[in-house]
């Protein structure tokens, strides 16, 4: 039975690998004649040569120009990170350019993931590393980091996206206050920097040349007087806006964003923060009823509140994320 079992799973793997995808082919061809087989032991060759974020990959080499030489080839992938032979054929003997045809690879789930390629062409190995990189996250949101909205105001959101609350007698002695960008609750793409100069408050954005950021679209919300969410002004991005009476602020910035995950820095939601910054909008609530007691339904977050399902956008059609209604 194990035995069964295991030829099953083997061969489920082997058709994974050749179904076609839904919406035409993306493959990386490797062409074995124009590697430096010298270099393939070489980080930066490998990265330059051997790596993508396609949906699959094809393999190309020339054994002969006439039928009469012919060579046997097979073919094996596997993913290294898991040792698991993923893919294994025979295709008997051959003549001319082999092609592989596409091997479409699992979906890994956010990471990059290492493969190792060996084609048997007669008498010859070629042992090929490839690197499977992380495919570009489409239409994702994105906000400054902070307290999650849901937490705040529960009936208005129900999405992990965060507002930064800030006390604006501290933002007006320090002049600015900087924060992590957070994208699909996951990583870290870049920064916001909070100004306070002469009672109008702006917000900068930065973001890393490594996530190669599309901002494609963003509002600035403003809140000083812990009214609820839903019946806020939005700003653009680019205002300033005057906050000259007020003494706290829940600065808000949904966005929409594509960008490049690979090698970023995961966001680590921190909940101590996020607490200080529930307690600033407890007193907002508070000043806005003219009341000396917490609003009702105040909520404070628990010690087990953290960085929850990194990653946990869905991927559309098998590679892209969703998020696609943001905020």
Not at 1 to 26: H, I, N, Q, Y
Not at 228 to 246: E, F, I, K
Not at 288 to 309: I, L, R
Request: net charge negative; hydrophobic share 40%.
């Amino acid at each position: 039975m194990k035995r069964f079992f295991k030829s099953t799973v083997a061969l489920l793997l082997c058709l994974m690998l050749w179904l076609p995808p839904a919406l035409g082919e993306d493959c990386f061809t490797i062409d074995v004649d124009t590697l430096d087989v010298d270099r393939l032991n070489s980080d930066d060759y490998v990265a330059a040569a051997l790596s993508a974020s396609a949906q699959g990959v094809r393999i190309r080499k020339y054994i002969s120009q006439s039928s009469e030489v012919a060579a046997s080839v097979r073919l094996t992938l596997t993913q290294m990170n898991t040792k698991t032979l993923l893919f294994d054929k025979n295709y008997g003997y051959q003549s001319g350019t082999f092609d592989s045809g596409v091997l479409y690879l699992p979906y890994a789930g956010g990471s990059a993931i290492p493969y190792l390629i060996t084609l048997y062409v007669g008498d010859y190995v070629y042992a090929l590393p490839f690197m499977h990189l992380q495919r570009r996250m489409e239409s994702n949101g994105a906000s400054t980091a902070g307290v999650r909205l849901r937490d705040l105001e529960p009936a208005q959101s129900s999405d992990w996206l965060m507002g930064t609350m800030v006390d604006l007698n501290e933002l007006r002695s320090s002049g600015s206050r900087t924060v992590e960008i957070c994208a699909s609750n996951s990583c870290v793409i870049g920064s916001a920097t909070i100004q306070l100069s002469g009672g109008e408050l702006g917000v900068q954005l930065r973001f890393l040349p490594a996530a190669d950021v599309e901002l494609r679209d963003a509002s600035l919300y403003v809140i000083t007087d812990g009214n609820v969410l839903a019946t806020t002004r939005a700003h653009s991005v680019y205002d300033r806006v005057d906050v000259s009476a007020a003494e706290r602020a829940l600065i808000y910035v949904p966005m929409q964003v594509s960008y490049d995950p690979a090698g970023l820095a995961a966001f680590c939601y921190d909940a101590e923060e996020a607490r200080a910054q529930q307690r600033l909008w407890n007193r907002a609530h508070e000043s806005a009823a003219g009341s000396d007691t917490p609003a009702n339904g105040a909520y404070v977050p628990s010690e087990g509140d953290g960085w929850q399902d990194g990653w946990s956008d869905g991927w559309d059609d098998g590679w892209s994320d969703g998020w696609s209604d943001g905020w």
